[in-house]
């Protein structure tokens, strides 16, 4: 064969898998994108079942509380253990009702009176708990004659003994699991749970369901595995919307329950397909490219390769030698000797294992005990003379298959066999346990058998058989000398024991009720502790030492005014338990409370404790740490007002933003035609000024309730907050002294320059209002801060990583703690009407949170607030702006100007006009279209407003288009939610403008899109 077919062939060769890799690479990557959606999914579906897990548990220890102030000694009033079930009820909103329910299985308590005396129905699942279980979560179930939604969880309340005392049920309402299941998702997403009956129990956000869709196993029986305890993440057809969905089942552990995140397919597709099409088209690029650069390297290597490979393929029949490959090149030599130093490993692998199975061979012939090879089906495999011998059975009956553990077993033992496999199944070994086998000649012999599985067998294993006559024998000798024994001990006791047994039960009856309160309040995470007469700690359990930080030993016998507690606190709670002493009724706390170094939010309920004399002894005081559920209240709460925010901005900035479009644009024409009369024009700039700060606040407002994005990049904060100094020294008042505090050159960012110093004046701005009276310092500082964990600083959420730190300090009045929680709350002020909007703290949170960073607020009350705002530091440097000035450009170009709000389409029509362009009018979609239908070689540029009605621009640019491709098009909006730019790019129109504009910005938008026209031209 010639030199050129061979190039060929290896052109060829090396071409088709190159083509087929990045065919594969395509598929690879569009794979992982998806897995990494799916693993989006799986991450919220995670989330939803921890989070419901918790609830579960949260739950299940506030019954255990209710169920020790239940059997307290002596017992509560119904009235006072009424309060306590009503306080668990209000501390979970989630629960619509809470019962005390009797060992007999009667409601004796409940925050609902309805069920007050009745008997609980016994399910199978109260079943359980009164045959031994510990708690249970029902399924969902609608109860009669009501379409609400609930399910129950229960928690049993047992004795040291394990005697059933009583239960304590909870109701939940699935509807009221918004408020702890709402996580954050995309916009397509949703989350739901599934009860173990595979029903659908809870969706968010809501959806109805028909009662066939409510059944998810029968609908998707993927989900069967999710119930059996595996995670599985899948794609499924909707049964509501015949939709592919992406969708994540993760298991809820000890509930038995799952929770499930899914996506809409045809938008994770979308998304990924977006970024892989110029990812494929640069790999076939750099594989034409590249693929001509490989020939003829291989071939001093493969005689070597060759040699290599018919040495494996001896070594795997078994023939074990050396290779010898001095002459071939240092890497495959290397692997040479690989080759030779595996082959001896095998060969001494060979040798160990010949002699491990001459030692198992003596251990399986000694005749200690009985030995068999078995199967799970019943067979015995081998055996050894020790069990032939106990068994009656011969050699001959071994090799011929008539010996089967199964068939030598009494009926009477066969459950404890199931139970050894079982047990083999599931660990590999299972342990000793006694029964009996049947002899060959018919009689029983008694026998200990242990077993243990093959590893690389899993059906087979071996048994190891012990004779157990004599040790029978020797017990039954045994029971009857203990039995003989005993009678005589009982007769010569009897007396002893009526003494006494008046004495022991009254022990019992004190100690009881205190060993059970010390086992379950050492163990709850709920704070409990005891005060005597003298309101002095005499128990406090561990959880108490935990979230203060001073050990137990150091409060017993101390009150909690020598234990440092702030002096309004303590007060209060001395006041409430000399009234608990005094009244013999519980009374409740709720507030903060400063634990040491902690400060949490807690509800405590003081229990009256009575002794003998019917006297209130002491007081248990139970305590719940609320701190993480308020703080959960607050974020939805304020997660709420910015959508509210969101909702108005949306609203009004289309009309809003068409009115200063109007206002603008006319001062504008004023302005040229006063020419240079100074007085008139000076106010008529005023009126654009203004008109212009009023766009500005518009694209405020609509950034901050994340209506629009504005574009971020690199960006130096050490120039503009310089910058920004030196303007705001000119306009501070003296009394003000200002001081700047660079203290990094890694100050580097990814922002909108105008947004970052809207941040600083906004602040400064605040600042100097707390220092307007007295005067004061204000500080500007700049550093780096490093994130090693999320949570590391206080009052934020940032994820590992290097942030800017830039902070605001001012010497002034300070912010108290309750106006501190609503600083960055829109529309919140403390200024006097007219001299406040609320919206300056408001608007840098939202650019900050935009940004992807974070903002604290510290303030001590006459000493002054710092405010520190975290950015992520950004690897790109940033770029230097040009400055320069532009001149309005005009022309002589015919435009067709489309706007269904006269005041606008007029204004606008004579800025064109002045700018030299021919200008055609059109009030209305529909008559923009009759225009342009008639006359489509008229017009070189179409203007239309989106927002019209009958017809909107969008819809008419796509007519224009469709009769006249590569026709200009600019469209103009105040605001729109149904059209973005990238939308108005890919339908062919060249600019998308926010409305209001100056007569420049227009005037250079229509010259660069008119021009553009004119290079396409050419």
Known sequence: MGIRKRIFLILLVVFIPLVLLEVFTFYRSYDDRKKAEMQANLEIARTVSKTFHAFIEDVLHTQLAIGLAATAHPAPSPTSLRHVLSEAEKVNPMLSSVTWVSAEGVNLVSTNPAVVNRRIAITDEFAGILSGEERLVTDVYSPPHTEERIFTIARAIRNRKGELLGIVSAVVDVNKLDRLLAVQRSKDAGISLIDTRGIHAYRYPRTAYTPQQLNWLKLYPVMKDSLMGQEVVTTIVSG??????????????????????????????????????????????????????????????????????????????????????????????????????????????????????????????????????????????????????????????????????????????????????????????????????????????????????????????????????ERKRAEGELYKSRDELELRVQERTRALLEANERLVREVERRTKAEREFQTLSENSPIIIARFSRELRYTYANPALEKISGIPNSQRIGRTIEELGYQKEIVEKIKKLLKGVFLNGQEESFEGEVQFGPKRAYVATTFVPEFGDDHEVKSVLAVTHDLTEQRRLEQQLRQSQKMEAVGTLAGGIAHDFNNMLAVILGNAELALDDLGGNDGPSGNIKQIIKASKRARDLTKQILTFSRKTERGRNPLRLTPLIKETFNMLRGTLPSTIGMNLDIRTESDTVLADPSQVQQII??????????????????????????????????????????????????????????????????????????????????????????????????????????????????????????????????????????????????????????????????????????????????????????????????????????????????????????????????????????????????????????????????
Do not use: C
């Open 240 to 469: 509501a919307t015949g939709k592919k969905r992406v969708v994540a089942f993760v298991p809820i552990p000890s509930v038995g329950w799952v929770a499930a995140a899914s996506r809409a397919e045809d938008e994770v597709v979308a998304d990924i397909m977006s970024t892989l099409r110029p990812q494929a088209l640069l790999m076939l690029l750099v594989i034409l490219a590249a693929f001509g650069t490989a020939l003829g390297l291989s071939r001093p290597v493969v005689g070597a390769i060759v040699r290599l490979r018919d040495h494996a393929d001896a070594v795997g029949r078994g023939e074990i030698g050396r290779i010898e490959a001095e002459s071939a090149p240092g890497e495959l030599k290397k692997l040479a000797d690989s080759f030779n130093e595996m082959t001896e490993k095998i060969r001494v692998r060979e040798q160990a294992l010949q002699e491990s199975e001459a030692r198992q061979r003596r251990l399986f012939d000694s005749g200690i005990v009985g030995v068999t090879y078995f199967t799970l089906d019943g067979r015995i495999i081998d055996a050894n003379a020790t069990f032939l011998d106990m068994t009656g059975y011969s050699l001959d009956d071994l090799k011929e298959g008539r010996i089967r553990w199964d068939r030598m077993t009494p009926r009477e033992y066969r459950d404890l066999d199931e139970l050894a496999v079982k047990e083999l199944v599931a660990t590999g070994v299972n342990t000793a346990f006694e029964k009996e086998y049947i002899r060959k000649d018919g009689t029983r012999i008694p026998v200990i058998i242990g077993a243990a599985m093959f590893d690389k067998l899993p059906r087979e294993g071996v048994a190891f058989v012990l004779d157990n006559t």
């Open 761 to 1018: 004046v906004n602040l400064a701005t605040n600042a100097a209002d707390a220092m307007r009276i007295n005067g004061g310092v204000l500080t500007f500082s700049l550093s780096v801060a490093n994130v090693s964990q999320q949570g590391q600083i206080p009052g934020t959420e940032l994820s590992p990583g290097s942030y800017v730190k830039l902070s605001v300090q001012d010497t002034g009045t300070g912010i108290s703690q309750e106006i501190r929680n609503r600083v960055f709350e829109p529309f919140f002020t403390t200024k006097e009407p007219g001299k406040g909007t609320g919206m300056g703290l408001a608007t840098v949170y939202g650019i900050v949170k935009n940004h992807d960073g974070d903002i604290t607020v510290e303030s001590t009350s006459g000493k002054g607030t710092t405010f520190s705002v975290f950015l992520p530091l950004a690897k790109a440097e940033a770029v230097t702006e040009r400055e320069g000035r532009v001149e309005i450009p005009g022309g002589k170009e015919h435009i067709l100007l489309v706007d269904d709000e006269p005041a606008v389409l007029q204004m606008t029509s004579r800025i064109f006009k002045g700018l030299g362009y021919e200008v055609t009018t059109a009030p209305g979609g529909p008559d923009a279209w009759k225009l342009f239908e008639a006359h489509p070689d008229k017009y070189d540029l179409v203007i239309t407003d989106q927002v019209m009605p009958h017809l909107t621009g969008m819809g008419l640019a796509r007519k224009i288009l469709r009769l006249r491709q590569g026709t200009p098009v600019i469209l103009f909006t105040g605001y729109s939610e149904t059209v973005a730019p990238e939308d108005a790019k890919a339908a062919g129109i060249r600019e998308f403008v926010m409305k209001p504009i100056t007569k420049e910005e227009a005037a250079q938008t229509i010259r660069r899109v008119l021009d553009s026209k004119d290079r396409e031209g050419e």
